[in-house]
């Protein structure tokens, strides 16, 4: 699940790839689908995403005037149901790598009027560029996957949270039931490329996407890799069968 670091190759879906070209890869294919990115998702995940990201902030015990940190936020998604959990008094930091994500998302919440205490900023989630213990919480969803080094990322997460802080991931995982496993890979690996060139003349980021899943470590593999990072606590919570997992760390 992690980059074979003997070799200097990564996996980009299914196809192992030189470690420094996953990056301009991965933003290749989100440059593309940036402004479809509702679509893709819905498509994805038959529309519950958007009930799965409104449990995920429910449960992040994110609280008014928290600082938190968004990384690949770039739709915004998030960063629209946190800002009214942290107040006034608080900030959401939203970053992504991808300047073609994060414009859309910025333009998306400034048409809904949301602006105060909301920053916007291009970042690698491996090297963040931000102080030790200066964010209560940190939230990912639907991004770890497509980092290549994911424990590095774990490990800086780690760094800049305060004593007490949280990281919370939001991703796809590995479906606990073999037969609902198999109906999934049908939708996953027949239907979705088609609906992503039927919908967005894009097949094949979206052949992409379902197989960067699949190659995402499942909820035992990033428990471990959480904790190796320096995290002192983990929990994992099952969504829709395994579909996705969110994943609370806490910094102790």
Known sequence: MTDDKNTGT?????RDVPVDDKQKLVGQVFTSVARNYDLMNDLMSFGIHRLWKRHFVAVSGVRRGDRVLDLAGGTG?????????VGAEGEVVVGDINAAMLGV??????DRGLVSGLRWAQMN????????????????????????DKDKALADMCRILKPGGRALVLEFSKVKSPLFSKLYDV?????????????????????????????????????GMMLRAGFGHVEVRNLTNGIVAIHRAYKL
């Not at 990564?10 to 299914?14: D, I, K, M, V, W």
């Not at 213990?133 to 990912?140: C, E, G, L, P, Y």
């Not at 060139?197 to 990033?222: M, V, W």
């Open 125 to 148: 989630a491996e090297a963040l560029p931000f102080p030790d213990a200066s964010f209560d919480a940190v939230t990912i969803a639907f991004g770890l996957r497509n980092v290549t």
């Open 187 to 223: 939708h996953s690996f027949k239907i979705l490329p088609k609906l992503g060139s039927l919908f967005a003349g894009d097949a094949n980021s979206y052949q992409y996407l379902a197989e960067s899943i699949r190659k995402h470590p499942d909820q035992e593999t990033l428990k």
């Open 105 to 110: 998302g910025r333009d998306r919440l400034t």
């Open 10 to 14: 990564t996996h980009f879906g299914f």
């Open 77 to 85: 998604d998030i960063a629209a149901l946190l800002k009214p959990v």
